[in-house]
């Protein structure tokens, strides 16, 4: 009797799933626990696993389309040898699986997540090779290939006689084509979340700068010995986590969330690190940071960065938090005006660091400045304390003792 492939349940809050490319075909033999195929819904990704060892008889929901929790979505005829027992016998190699269902063989099937990322670099799939099963084109695939050599070179212009007359200009006629995809879930959500905060939050920034020099030298004087104990590079995150917390403990107006006509204050801290992964931006959590350690504040950031780039972030990992922090200035960005993640109240941006002009002690001095911004819901969180909470972050960055002798 075939078994079902079900769309199984990640959380409490998720519905509904869209099918990415099926890694195997009708025909395919496949292994317990096995990936079938990746599901993407609007918090995470993750894969769909053979429920047991078998062959694929049937596929009912074909790629792109969205499924809810529970749906089946495909069969599997439960091999005779592998009923009763977990272990099953090795998938058929690569080169001898069948096509996916609607394609013809030696083409190229391009996932979605590929398509996506050509669509940003303005890459043709034809510059491509492919290395996925049955022709794929994977996402990895286009992340091998610079986006550079994907171009043509450009021809070089020739050069007109002194005296020539200029040649009428024409209209175009090539290189205007458009690839348009589906936008993700994870996409769909950020746009709805993003236009929600602000419909109906009143949010407001307030801005400072912050000398930087006492954390770089800080870090340039313990960085080896850092490296050599917890095996993990000492960044800028871990100390802006501790003064944010710092600040949040002192100013607890910008910790607290608005549920209905009250207000819930927070007695623990649990900071959001904005990353960008391979779906878009996201936001892990970091739980309970006023426990944490520097080294375990860094080697957790490190973890959400692998998994944020790898895709696999679990639905647990991304929620709740009662703070962001978004770091623009990896990116370069030297001011911005960040979006608060709603129902925060609060959200800090850091930006990139630049040696500018200052005054110190009456003499103009060079110092490595960051601009800091903080966006805050003015329902909750009034001026005063915004500029307190700025303030103190600032204060703790340029004088990191503060946090360890509480002044």
Known sequence: MPVEVKIPSVGESITEVTLGQWVKAVG????????????ESEKATFDLPAPVSGKISKLLVESGATA???DVVAYIEESADAKGSPEAKPAAPAAEKSPAPGTKDGETHVMPAAA???AERGMSAGNVPATGPGGRLLKEDVQAVPAAS???PATPATKLPVKAPPKPLSRPTGGRTENVVPMSPIRRRIASRLVEAQQ???LLTTFN????SAVMELRKKYKDVYETRYGIKLGFMSFFVKAVTDALQQVPQV???IRGTDIAYRNYCDIGIAVGG???LVVPVLRNTETLSFAEIELAIGDFAKRAKDNTLGVADLQGGTFTISNGGVYGSMLSTPIVNAPQSGILGMHNIEDRAVVRDGQVVVRPIMYLALTYDHRIVDGREAVTFLKRVRDVIEDPVRMLLDV
């Open 200 to 202: 109906n939050a009143a």
């Open 150 to 152: 994907a171009a043509k």
């Open 68 to 70: 809810n929790v529970g």
């Open 278 to 280: 391979g779906k878009g």
């Open 28 to 39: 395919d033999t496949v292994s317990h626990d096995e990936t079938l195929i990746e599901l």
């Open 255 to 257: 910790n607290a969330e």
């Open 209 to 212: 700068e912050v000398d930087m």
């Open 116 to 118: 996506r990322l050509l």
